[in-house]
């Protein structure tokens, strides 16, 4: 029986990695992990759970629908954090756009808040 990778890039298999805090089993311990299973829930087409993990106050500047299209009109190849701090996960994530057939790099310092016993993300910064 075999286990997909997780899609965060992480060693262990998708379902004991960001699976378990998609599906509300646990919550992220850190801002990175909340950061990883994000991109895991892109790469899974999961809107609910990025529309669920942006703080409240960002809610009104990303629809569902909007982050369900942008999931899958790419196909998500690979994440790469280039630095972190409590609050901030600066990243790479690699993507392939499905319908040009072109890659790309979204490189974001995205700043993340610990509230209510949850973290959620706040905004990025694009490089």
Request: proline share 1%; aromatic share 14%.
């Amino acid at each position: 029986m075999s286990s997909k990778k997780c899609y965060c890039g992480a060693s262990k298999a998708f379902k004991e990695c960001c699976e378990i805090y998609i599906n509300g089993i646990q919550k992220a311990p850190t801002a990175e992990a909340l950061m990883r299973s994000r991109y895991a829930a892109y790469a899974s087409h999961n809107a609910d759970y990025l529309v669920a993990t942006t703080h409240v106050s960002q809610r009104k500047h990303h629809s569902k629908k909007d982050i369900l299209d942008w999931a899958t009109a790419n196909q998500w190849l690979r994440l790469e954090i280039l630095k972190t701090t409590e609050n901030t996960v600066e990243f790479k994530a690699y993507y392939l756009n499905s319908e040009q057939q072109q890659s790309y790099i979204h490189h974001e310092k995205s700043t993340f808040i610990f509230e209510n016993e949850s973290w959620f993300y706040v905004d990025g910064t694009f490089h």
